[in-house]
């Protein structure tokens, strides 16, 4: 017999608003992802991820803002090498649409973070024993941003 899984009956709630956008003239749509998407694009960001790491979440979270046709149309434009669209100007996009729904999600993705940070991280839980036999963490957290401090700046 094979595991099932089911999801909820529900369907998600509209988190924001969709971004609409001219792509040289040509009109293209974003919807806001989960805030599963938002917590790992956030967490990829973090001080101690590697570049590949944040650009494979950035990346991965583009991906799930855009649907099939317009994903695909972006997609095959920017691995065109005879085509304008380059870093430059997805890095545009992918901050446009950071600055539109950062105040939307500010809330939501703080909500995930706290409750993760109330679990204590992965560090945490496999807390070191120092000679003395107190705990401390194997590595220390270093400060991040929230999203909230973010939207508040861009007000």
Not at 11 to 17: I, T, V
Not at 80 to 105: G, K, N, Q, S, T
């Amino acid at each position: 017999m094979a595991l099932q899984f089911t999801t909820s009956d529900t369907a998600p709630q509209e988190m924001a608003p969709p971004f609409e956008f001219d792509l040289d003239e040509q009109p293209l749509t974003a919807q806001c992802p989960k805030s599963r998407m938002w917590s790992r694009l956030i967490a990829s960001l973090s001080s101690a991820a590697t570049m590949a790491d944040e650009q494979y979440a950035i990346g991965s979270f583009m991906d799930a803002c855009f649907g099939d046709g317009d994903r695909i149309y972006l997609e095959r434009r920017y691995r065109d090498r005879e085509d304008a669209l380059d870093d430059d100007v997805m890095a545009e996009i992918f901050e446009a649409v950071m600055e539109f729904w950062a105040p939307h999600m500010a809330e939501e993705v703080d909500q995930v973070r706290e409750s993760r940070e109330s679990r204590g991280s992965r560090a945490q839980r496999r807390a070191v024993r120092t000679p003395t036999g107190s705990r401390k963490p194997a590595r220390p957290r270093a400060a991040r941003k929230t999203l909230s401090d973010t939207a508040a700046g861009a007000e």
